[in-house]
């Protein structure tokens, strides 16, 4: 059952986004997999069975992120994530192309929605010429979430990245034309450190560069 993620997991994912190197990681790996690797699997097997007991036609499937990155993508990060996810997809469907929901867990926040985040380039065409011949139905959508205290719809994946990182402020919805442009998109919460949503979780200011979690290198 699920019971939270503790501060000792938010500790870990500072300390790896702080000391990203292989020697630091299997010097902490038990936390990871203790810490942060096993509750979010609790998480992900608690939601996909509550979609499965609410929507049964879906036959939804749970896909979690491992800590490793691709080998053949790093582009100069290092070789592990620092924030960790799950989907729960249709079967035989990508989560990156297709519509998805997902929760996300990293240092200074957490994230829950549901969007798309890489669409192709033919899908969004198809959307485009349906807003198109419609665009009451997004425009209302719109409208409703930029007044929801916690939910916003957001466009462009990158986006999303940057303001995880805090280098964009929270993005409004664009409304008319500018709701056609976007590649991806998602709806649905990202909430900051300090305010936790759970008895046992923790959100908690970064460590200190080149520190790990119990102060040692």
Known sequence: MFQGFSPKANEFLWGIRLNNDRGWFEAHKQEYLDLVAAPLRELGDEVTQAFGELFPKWGLNLHVSRIYRDARRLHG???????????LRRPGESWTVRPAFYFEVAPESYAMGMGCYDAPPAMMARLRARIDQDPKPLEQLARKLN????????????????????????????????????????????????DSPHPHGGLRPPLRRGRGPDGGH
């Open 77 to 87: 990060r290092g070789p592990y994530k620092d924030h960790m996810w799950f989907v």
């Open 147 to 194: 007044k929801h205290p916690r939910l916003r719809l957001e466009g462009e994946g990158r986006r999303l990245r940057r303001q995880r990182e805090g280098k964009t402020p929270p993005p409004r919805v664009p409304h008319g034309p500018d709701c056609r442009r976007h590649g991806g998109g998602a709806g649905g919460r990202r909430q900051r450190g300090g």
